[in-house]
């Protein structure tokens, strides 16, 4: 029987040890640091899958916001959520709320994911991360699966970050309700 290289293991561990550290590290790095909340909301201007051009954070003044940052257009947590905002879109709707989902796809992209989800809300091109950085929401080639609630005066109230795409839209309901309450 042959007996193990205990060097080799030993190595192999402490290489396992410092990669670890240093991928928790940069992608603790690369989320970002959340904006702060009761603070204006950091302002933005993207391209849209509507034909509308561009949109700005400011377009939404005297509404509640919720921006919403997502990986990737098609895959399948990305489209259980972006079904959720619609499905409940009437709910946002009467609440004086616009639903806005932000991820590095481009236009393109984002009109096709509409048009195959049915859609009617509008999705942001943030295709360099620029924004996705500034809401703290950047894995470094990808946005991260968080949420931002921001008032009608553009003010950021409500942070929800990591979320379960299968219930996220009645707890940013539940949020709404009780911020407008």
Known sequence: MKQPNYLNLFLTFCLSIILFANFAGSA??????????NEPAPEFTLSTNTGDGEVSLK?????WVVLYFYPQ???????????????DLPKFTARNAQILGVSVDDVDSHREFCDAEGLKFPLLADTDGSVSKAYGSWLGFASLRHTYLIDPDGILRKIFLGVNPNRHTAEVLASLDRLQG
């Not at 603790?28 to 909340?37: E, F, I, N, W, Y």
């Open 73 to 87: 257009d098609f895959t399948p947590g990305c489209t259980i959520e972006a079904r959720r905002f619609q499905q």
């Open 28 to 37: 603790s790095a690369m989320g970002g640091t959340q904006p702060p909340l």
């Open 59 to 63: 377009d939404y003044q005297g509404k």
